[in-house]
């Protein structure tokens, strides 16, 4: 006798789909099969059953430049819960001169008490870090306490890694049985340019775009390529929006190396054509910036053929008013994206025939949980976590800002009618979300110890 059992609904793994039930207890998923017997029953006829959502890649309350992104760790995380999400990965950033554990317990007690759903952090690894030795002998400490993954970029002030430092850092990631999520765009010709445009007084919003070209994104992704190899540091290339990316991954892979990508809805559904409207288009500034419809769908393939295996949100939310700026280069990038996310993909990806249903599981849960160290999450599988969600396929709905509870007060995909919406959805066995309204509570969210 099961605690609870999950009936008539389609089992989807990332094996396949199954007609089966789903047993719960102890808050771990126990068993699948027929007839299963509970003591109490959820019916599920006509939905999919998933394993919750994992975003690896998103921003709650980060500071920036004096602002804070907009979805605090509550509220982005309810959101989350909302949209089929039960684990997110977010960011420790340490100050100059703070150890690393130190970052480490500092950011785990913000979200500790205000998650609605289980989380992680990756330790980021800013332009200090890599040159002071004592920092990068903690690394070994961080791993141990559950942080098995380092951020890097290639791009911005302060958190920019030359070569040299992202080899040192990558040797030491590797040496301590850890991996590396980076950032990569070729910031210092970037920077130039910016500077230039700026000079010339091109302050539109499709500078952004213009100044931050495709082939600088994937140059930096090559040279990233090469020194993982070199240190033998597992590498996951995030947010890839452009085919001259993804070309360098795959071309990373097929020399062996262990490199891996993700893409977000944004470069999957948006193209830089947005930018053109006006201040609207500020709205729109992310980085790497928006690109083609051809870039599009070189994605949609990529992550069809295994060329990307992740679809994240890199969650980075700002209202229209920290939006609003006199030129480009000082619109704080990001776009809220945290709770559409399974729907958007299960929409624009499984019904027009462009991804299998197992392969959306993969994309938005398995994939992540395995290459994260998420042991115990991303599987319909006995001994698994009883993070599971019911997916109503017929269920169609018009997203918009008054649909969503995310708190930017806009959102990107405004106006997008998607058929698929996440009807419940349990964290651990319990259930935190009902008929598409959240009934759990702030704190139910655990932090995840991850293993490399």
């Known amino acids: 006798m099961y605690d609870l059992v999950i009936r008539n609904g389609l089992l989807i793994t990332a094996e396949g789909a199954l007609d089966a039930d789903l047993g719960i207890s102890d808050a771990q998923i126990a068993a699948l099969g027929l007839g299963l017997h509970g003591k109490r029953f959820i019916d599920a006829a006509g939905c999919y059953v998933i394993p919750g959502g994992v975003d690896p890649h998103v921003h709650l309350q980060m500071p920036l430049a004096g602002l804070v992104s907009t979805d ?14 039960t684990t997110f990965i977010d960011f420790v950033t340490p100050g100059a001169g703070e150890p690393l554990l130190a970052a480490l317990a500092a950011r785990k007690a913000e979200a500790q008490g205000e998650v609605a759903i289980d989380f992680g952090l990756h330790m980021t690894v800013p332009t200090w870090h890599a040159t002071e030795e004592q920092r990068l002998l903690e690394v070994p400490e961080v791993v141990a306490a559950g942080c098995a993954t380092f951020k890097m970029y290639q791009a911005y002030d302060g ?6 430092a992202l080899l040192r850092a990558l040797a030491a990631v590797a040496d301590a049985g850890g991996r590396v999520v980076l950032h990569s765009e070729t910031g210092p010709v970037i920077d130039v340019l910016r500077a230039d445009a700026l000079a010339e007084g091109h302050i539109e ?3 952004h775009e213009y100044t931050r070209p495709a082939q600088l994104e994937a140059t930096a992704i090559h040279r990233a390529a090469e020194l993982a190899d070199l240190t033998g540091c597992p590498l996951f290339i995030f947010h890839v929006g452009c085919a001259e990316s993804i070309a360098e991954i795959v071309a990373a892979h097929d020399r062996g190396i262990d490199i891996h990508g993700e893409t977000c809805p944004q470069y999957l559904l948006l193209s830089a054509e ?3 409207g006006g201040a609207q288009g500020a709205l729109f500034i992310c980085a790497p910036p928006l ?13 069809a053929n295994d ?23 000082q619109v704080p990038g990001g776009v809220p994206g945290i709770e559409a996310r399974l729907s958007l993909v299960h929409h624009f990806g499984v019904n027009r025939g462009l991804l299998s249903l ?14 994260m160290g998420l042991t115990t999450k991303g599987r319909l599988a006995p001994g698994y976590d009883a993070d599971v969600v019911i997916f109503d396929p017929a269920r169609e709905k018009t997203i918009s ?7 930017a007060g806009w959102t990107p995909y405004n106006g997008f009618s998607v058929f698929g919406w996440p009807r419940t959805v349990l964290l651990r066995g319990q259930m935190i979300v009902e008929n598409e309204e959240y009934i759990g509570a702030p704190g139910d969210g655990r932090f995840v110890k991850r293993e490399a």
Do not use: Y
Request: glycine residues 4%; contains cysteine.
């Open 72 to 85: 605090s760790f509550r509220s982005g995380s309810v959101a989350a819960a909302c949209g089929g999400t």
């Open 159 to 164: 958190v920019m890694l030359d070569d040299v």
């Open 205 to 207: 919003p499709i500078w």
């Open 274 to 276: 947005e930018h053109l």
């Open 291 to 303: 690109r083609d419809p051809e870039d599009q769908e070189a994605l949609w393939r990529a992550l």
């Open 307 to 329: 060329e990307l295996q992740v679809v994240s949100t890199d969650h980075c939310p700002w209202t229209r008013a920290e939006k609003t700026r006199r030129d480009f280069a």
């Open 358 to 371: 197992e392969r959306w599981v993969q994309v938005c849960s398995t994939n992540a949980a395995s290459w």
């Open 401 to 407: 800002p008054a649909t969503l509870h995310e708190a």
